[in-house]
């Protein structure tokens, strides 16, 4: 079978990547394909889900529910790690590299949204927000130059961002923490999608 490239990686900070090497080479040697971990990171992001919607009578469940929205980013990297080391990297495998993404990222914005800490709208339009920026993210891709992974609330900010309004939370319960968090991340949203269209216009110019 030819060796198969993805043709857009997520740039992913040297730390974060380090904690994932000796997993890599365990799943390689235990043959567990990439797609089963890709697959695997929207059970961690229903289990962080489930720890949002039962947040406002269980504060403490805040607690797991970041936990696990850093797992489900972890899985997120340790697919493509395991694709590539192990030589199982494909066009579908991007495909099924993406779409868990997505999912995860409405149903944890859903979960945040039935907590009782927001308002529901906001939490659906904190989840509709996530699909557009990942989805302007793909047009340079699809158009012939760069994917974008640009932007303010790209998806690892998104998470990072769930997990201060968390933390924020049980430090300060009086407040409406995660009401602002979900603000934050819309604002940081239309800012994300913004950048990441002129950033793609900018290359199509140069390349044509």
Known sequence: ME???PTSR????DLFRLTAQASTRLCVRLGI???TISLSSMVAAGAAAVCFVFAGRLPWLLIPASVFC???LWLNMLDGM??????????WGEVLNDLPDRVSDVLIFVGVAHSGLVNPFLGYWAAIA???VAYVGTFGQALGVQREFSGVMAKPWRMVALAVGSALT????????MQWTL??????????????????????QADA
């Open 183 to 204: 603000i934050a991340v819309l604002l940081g949203c239309v800012q994300s999608v913004v950048i990441r269209l002129k950033r793609i216009l900018a290359a199509l």
């Open 10 to 13: 997520r740039p992913i900070a």
């Open 170 to 177: 049980l430090w300060g319960p009086e407040a409406p923490w």
């Open 70 to 72: 850093f797992v489900r």
């Open 3 to 5: 060796h198969y490239e």
């Open 82 to 91: 395991v694709a590539l080391a192990s030589g199982k990297a494909s066009k």
């Open 33 to 35: 394909h990439p797609n």
């Open 130 to 132: 996530s699909l557009l």
